[in-house]
């Protein structure tokens, strides 16, 4: 019988294993599963030493309970809402993520996905190569200047920052909502901070979401407080999907309440084909077809990120396995 650890590596990455294997391959056997769902991992997770886990899976109390002796479960990423780490506490696993690989990344698609949106690049984009309308501006009347308008940010962490110094560098007015981020970002950042979610909606042209999905997060973007943004303005969620509503977002735009949205995260990855978004997204015919930009859950992913995550995953296994104190520990 082998006396080396066991690491694993429950979804998402399937390749060779190189970068992890160059981290820990002379203490652990690296082991990646490709799993779509939690109920894959039984029998093939039980006797982990440590946990990469990215965000195809969840891991729930029934698989926490199940884990012999495993120490650490590392967040390949940021959000730590698939995992139970509450729980994981009470049975003595550490669980930490990891926090510094994509910030900038998650930014420039949030940025990305406002000026495409607000610039109209991708509505006349898409109406000129179906051969539609004349070869002029108008299909995307009327886009209001960026400059001075309002750009409001919800969760003033490390990406809503990148995002927030983006906004600012457009000459927007930059104002945030973070009722957990201590006084003084706002002179630091020389942006503005302001008291309520309401009023950041009611002054915003384009929010932009940069929150954890919580129990105080879920659904707070839903038809009520997207009612609450100024007429024709634009929601950009690149956080998780559970904080947006998204099945309020078609009659949102078919109503010009919302001039556009652009959808990195979802609740349920990938949606099913019936869910009304997606219906709307895909149907020429609905208002909501050229507004809406959606993406796989990608805003995190460059090649050098990737790689930084992969590796400071495998870094902070290959410190539990040795004894070394861990960093970025979340519960
Ligand atoms: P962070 O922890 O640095 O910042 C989150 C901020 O949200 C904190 O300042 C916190 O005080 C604030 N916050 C907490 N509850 C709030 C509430 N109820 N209302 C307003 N603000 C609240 O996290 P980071 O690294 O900036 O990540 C932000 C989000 O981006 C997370 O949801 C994360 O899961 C997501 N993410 C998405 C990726 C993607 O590929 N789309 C990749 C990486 C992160």
């Known amino acids: 019988m082998s006396n080396r650890f066991l690491a694993v590596i429950p979804d998402f990455i399937t390749d060779d294993l190189k970068p992890e294997r160059e981290i820990l391959g002379d203490i652990a056997e690296v082991v990646a599963l490709g799993a779509h769902s939690e109920d894959e991992l039984a029998g093939r997770i039980e006797t ?39 729980f994981a506490r009470q049975r003595g696993i550490t669980v930490a993520n990891v926090p510094d690989y994509g910030s900038e990344e998650v930014a420039d698609t949030a940025i990305t996905m406002m000026l495409a949106l607000a610039r109209g690049v991708h509505l006349m984009n898409s109406r000129l190569r179906s051969a539609e309308g004349a070869w002029n501006h108008h299909h995307a009347v009327p886009l209001v200047r960026l400059r001075g308008r309002v750009f409001g940010v919800v969760g003033l962490g490390r990406i809503g920052t990148a995002a927030a110094l983006r906004a600012k560098a457009l000459g927007m007015d930059v104002a945030f909502y973070d009722p957990y981020k201590p006084d003084g970002y706002d002179k630091a950042l020389g942006i503005r901070r302001v008291e309520s979610f309401d009023d950041l909606l009611r002054q915003s042209l384009v929010v932009s979401v940069h929150c954890p999905l919580t129990d105080e997060t879920r659904h707070t973007f839903n038809a009520e407080t997207i009612a609450l943004m100024p007429p024709r303005s634009y929601l950009v969620n690149t956080a998780r999907g559970g904080i947006v509503d998204v099945a309020a977002l078609p009659d949102a735009i078919a109503s010009g309440q919302l001039a556009g949205a652009g959808i990195d995260v979802l609740e349920i990855e990938p949606p099913s084909e019936d869910h009304p978004l997606i219906v709307a997204w895909r149907d020429p015919s609905h208002p909501a077809h050229e507004r809406l930009l959606i993406n796989p859950h990608a805003a995190f992913y460059s090649e050098e990120g990737l790689l930084d995550i992969r590796t400071k995953s495998a870094t902070a296994c290959r410190r539990a396995l040795t004894g070394l104190p861990i960093r970025n520990v979340v519960n």
């Open 48 to 86: 982990a030493d440590t946990i990469i886990l990215y965000h195809d899976v969840s891991l729930t109390r029934h698989t926490i309970q199940r884990l012999e002796h495993c120490r650490l479960i590392v967040r390949g990423g940021v959000g730590i809402d698939n995992i139970d780490h509450r």
